[in-house]
């Protein structure tokens, strides 16, 4: 098992934990966390883009001048493609863009996340991180103190003081372990970790 230093919001060392090598000491594959970074991000995909095609145009439907005898191209009605206003041919459809991979895959691509952060020295472990109130610059503090603005925190529980703090700073994030996921994971240059959260994450990924 690798070993950390556990600190305080000072920055300064107060114990040690033991992380599992099951989760934190997996070798790393970039291929598999790209396919299930890819699947996340698909995932998020609006596919809300549309267009009015032919029948969805309103309009009448009376044939706009005879057939034959006026030397005319043969014209249909008002919502013909090729008339102003009318319908589009081939533009998009509302669709979902999003599509899974196995179970296995984004478990191990989550372990790979884990542990490449353990492998950078990435990752730090605290053992509370607690406010008097919500307040962004007290939390900004905290990472700046730690020397981490372009943070992950992992809390085990629901924590709402800093997850309000949080909120307006745009390259900081407070997320539950079960909220825990690759994208963010390796979006964000550190990760830091509550020390409660760690066997949380434990009871989550080994099976």
Not at 77 to 97: C, E, M, Q, T, W
Not at 140 to 166: I, K, P, Y
């Amino acid at each position: 098992m690798a070993t950390v230093e556990i600190l305080d919001i000072n920055g300064d060392t107060v114990s040690e934990a033991e992380l599992p090598d099951a989760i934190f000491g997996v070798p790393v594959r970039p291929d598999i966390l790209h396919q299930v970074v890819t699947m996340q991000l698909a995932c998020r995909r609006a596919g809300t883009a549309a267009v009015k095609h032919r029948s969805d145009v309103k309009g009448s439907t009376r044939k706009l001048f005879r057939q034959k005898g006026t030397g005319r191209a043969r014209r249909g009605n008002i919502k013909s493609p090729l008339l102003r206003g009318g319908g589009s041919v081939f533009g998009p459809d509302p669709r979902s863009y999003a599509y899974t991979v196995p179970k296995k895959v984004r478990r191990l691509a989550l372990k790979m996340a884990l542990s490449s952060k353990l492998q950078r020295e990435e990752l730090i472990v605290l053992n509370r991180f607690e406010l008097d109130s919500i307040k962004t610059k007290a939390f900004l503090g905290v990472l700046r103190t730690l020397n981490q603005e372009n943070a992950l925190v992992v809390t085990d529980q629901a924590d709402q003081t800093l997850e309000l703090s949080s909120r307006n700073l745009p390259r900081a994030k407070v997320l539950r372990c079960e909220g825990l996921n690759v994208y963010d994971i390796l979006k964000h240059q550190a990760l830091i970790l509550i020390e409660p959260s760690i066997p949380a994450i434990e009871r989550r990924l080994i099976a």
